[in-house]
């Protein structure tokens, strides 16, 4: 058991009063002692406070119940902001949001070169133009989170190995102390899956695995409410798993991964190679499966095959009680939902269809960088 000393009880009493109030948007000082076991007197002074930081305002009083009419405290999601920033393969993305999450502001940058510098020469313009949206947004800001693909060190703030975009040991440092405000960086699935447990169709899950399919496939586990990241912070490159022995190269330098056969790039290369026609993107595969081109139907199916494959094995491995699939595929969750689970659960002596959910993310392509501005909310406020 730890100790907590009396700062620490109020920094967590002020902690649970504006979650609380997050999701009850008013309550008056008695509500929020009833429901949170806190007495009147701690709720008055800790109410005191966040009125005074501008988190929290009097709106006008509930009926009463005898004596004198109770105040009513509103939250205020516009009383702080948060900068969210997502690294893709040809482009950069950011987005400023409120304390509910809500995207007040967004901005894009296509990448010409994958280097250092023009990676954070970007993101310095980008964060520039957020808080320069409106006149309060830094003295509002709590912080930036930066949602990137590969193995990060999150003390060190580097970015240490993205094998898809062929980059190594990218520093953050420099945009720590250039606009003083706290940086945090985090795995690209990682943070889609803290926007799925907090945002999406997985809110307030206890065990769930969310899949990321962009230009690979990484994974974001959560284990009884928690995020697992292992013994370095290394867990969930699933897309490193080999489903086919001495099967496809991978950029990683290894045969067969999964990411080879289920990520967005390998639906994209298998398509090319079977069709005459050249195509860039997936909406473009998915258009002609509906028509009913039999190159896209066959890429489909296939793609489907070494989808559930991998899904299979995560189920086996870590019984879940949901997967969530995120990325540009979760947008035609019509097409592949049904088709997945059957290729899992058929003829599968250990699980049955419901034992674990297979779902499509609600958020689509907004998942990583919502997750990565929820990152600073957290660490302060802990939502």
Not at 87 to 103: C, F, G, H, P, Q
Not at 207 to 227: H, Q, R
Request: one cysteine or more; charged letters at 25%.
């Amino acid at each position: 058991m730890i100790a907590l000393d009396h700062s620490d009880i109020k920094t967590n009493n002020k902690k649970r009063i504006i979650n609380l109030l997050s999701k009850e948007r008013e309550l008056t000082k008695l509500d929020i002692s009833r429901k949170l076991d806190i007495s009147v007197p701690t709720v008055t002074t800790i109410v005191g406070e966040l009125i005074e930081e501008g988190i929290v305002e009097e709106a006008g009083v509930a009926t009463s119940t005898g004596g004198r009419k109770p105040v009513i405290i509103r939250f205020l999601p516009n009383s702080r902001y948060s900068i969210g920033i997502n690294l893709e393969k040809d482009y950069i993305r950011a987005v400023l949001t409120n304390l509910d999450s809500k995207i007040i502001e967004e901005t894009k940058k296509e990448l010409t070169v994958l280097t250092e510098n023009e990676i954070l020469d970007i993101i310095k313009m980008l964060i520039e133009h957020l808080m320069n949206f409106k006149e309060d947004i830094k003295d509002k800001l709590l912080g930036i989170g930066i949602s990137l693909p590969g193995i990060i060190n999150e003390d060190e703030l580097t970015l240490e190995v993205a094998t898809n975009f062929r980059l190594k040991n990218i520093s953050f440092k420099e945009l720590n102390s250039y606009f003083n405000i706290p940086i945090f960086l985090e795995n690209e699935a990682n943070a889609g899956a803290i926007a799925e447990s907090k945002l999406g169709i997985a809110k307030d899950l206890k065990n769930l695995i969310y899949v990321s399919i962009t230009e690979g496939v990484g994974g974001g586990i959560f284990i009884d409410n928690g995020m697992y990241k292992g013994k370095d912070k290394r867990a969930g490159e699933i897309g490193h798993m080999c489903i086919i022995k001495n099967g496809r190269q991978c950029n990683c330098g290894r045969k067969g991964c999964w990411e080879t056969y289920a990520s967005n790039r390998a639906l994209i290369k298998d398509y090319n190679k079977k069709s005459s026609e050249t195509v860039k993107s997936i909406n473009e595969i998915i258009k002609r499966y509906n028509l009913g081109e039999e190159n896209a139907i066959y890429v489909i199916e296939e793609y489907i095959d070494n989808l559930a494959e991998g899904i299979q094995n995560l189920i086996f491995i870590f019984n879940p009680d949901y997967i969530v699939i995120g990325g540009e595929i979760s947008k035609y969750s019509d097409i592949f939902s049904k088709k997945i689970s059957n290729k899992v659960f058929n003829s599968n002596e250990f699980y049955k269809e419901g034992d674990v959910n297979i779902l499509f993310s609600s958020l689509g392509d907004d998942s990583n960088i919502l997750g990565a501005a929820l990152i600073p909310i957290l660490d302060k406020f802990g939502f």
